[in-house]
T-cell receptor, first 114, second 112 residues
C-alpha cells in the first residue's frame, strides 16, 4: 500500500526566515507529485506539480519554489517567508499518466508565519 | 479558465436528514469530476469520482450525479449521521497542467 508522509507536522516561523517542507511517497514508483496551499478556512490552490525527477512545473508560485530531488520526494521551499505564506500545505500523488487520475493527499503541514 | 462553483458555504442538518450539495462547473471540455471530503486537521480524501463514461458515482451512502447538459455535479445522501460532519469539495480535473481545481467547499454540520 502507498503511504505519503509530510514533514514537519507544523512550524512557527518568523517573517523573512527560510522554509523547507518535505513530502515522501512510499510504495509507488514514478508517481506524479503535487503541492497545494490552503489558507485557514479556505479552499485548496495548486502550487506545483512534477511528473518526473528533476522536473517541476509551477501553477501558482506565491514566492515559493519546489524541487523533486528523488523519485519519491518533493520539496517546497522559500528563502524569505511572508505573512501571507501562513496556512496548510498539502502534498498529493497520483498515478503517472493521464491528468484525470485521482489524487491522494498527505496529512499536511500547518505553517504559521509571525 | 476552468472553474467550479459551490453556492452553499454551510449546511446545518439533524441526523437522518437528507443532504444535497449543488455544484456547477465551467470548462471547455468534458472533465472528470470528484467530490473530496476534508475532516478537521487532515488532508482531503476522495469520496467519489465520476467520469463522462458513467455519469454517476456511489460511495459510503453518498451519490453524485454528473449532468453534462446543465454542467452540474450534485452530491446527495439520503440520511446523514453526525460522523458526516466535514467540509465537502467539488473538484474538477483540468486538462492543462496536471492538477485539480477545488470549489470553495461546503461545511456540513450534522447534529444528533
Amino acid at each position: 500500500a502507498q503511504t505519503i508522509h509530510q514533514w514537519p507536522v507544523a512550524e512557527i516561523k518568523a517573517v523573512g526566515s527560510p522554509l523547507s517542507l518535505g513530502c515522501t511517497i512510499k510504495g509507488k514508483s514514478s508517481p506524479n507529485l503535487y503541492w497545494y496551499w490552503q489558507a485557514t478556512g479556505g479552499t485548496l490552490q495548486q502550487l506545483f506539480y512534477s511528473i518526473t525527477v528533476g522536473q517541476v512545473e509551477s501553477v501558482v508560485q506565491l514566492n515559493l519554489s519546489a524541487s523533486r530531488p528523488k523519485d519519491d520526494q518533493f520539496i517546497l521551499s522559500t528563502e524569505k517567508l511572508l505573512l501571507s505564506h501562513s496556512g496548510f500545505y498539502l502534498c498529493a500523488w497520483s498515478l503517472s499518466g493521464g491528468n484525470q487520475d485521482t489524487q491522494y493527499f498527505g496529512p499536511g503541514t500547518r505553517l504559521l508565519v509571525l | 479558465g476552468d472553474s467550479v462553483t459551490q453556492m452553499q458555504g454551510q449546511v446545518t442538518l439533524s441526523e437522518d436528514d437528507f443532504l444535497f450539495i449543488n455544484c456547477t462547473y465551467s470548462t471547455t471540455w468534458y472533465p472528470t469530476l470528484f467530490w473530496y471530503v476534508q475532516y478537521p486537521g487532515e488532508g482531503p480524501q476522495l469520496l467519489l469520482k465520476v467520469t463522462t463514461a458513467n455519469n454517476k458515482g456511489i460511495s459510503r451512502g453518498f451519490e453524485a450525479t454528473y449532468d453534462k447538459g446543465t454542467t452540474s455535479f450534485h452530491l446527495q445522501k439520503a440520511s446523514v449521521q453526525e460522523s458526516d460532519s466535514a467540509v465537502y469539495y467539488c473538484v474538477l480535473a483540468h486538462n492543462y497542467a496536471q492538477g485539480l481545481t477545488f470549489g470553495l467547499g461546503t461545511r456540513v454540520s450534522v447534529f444528533p
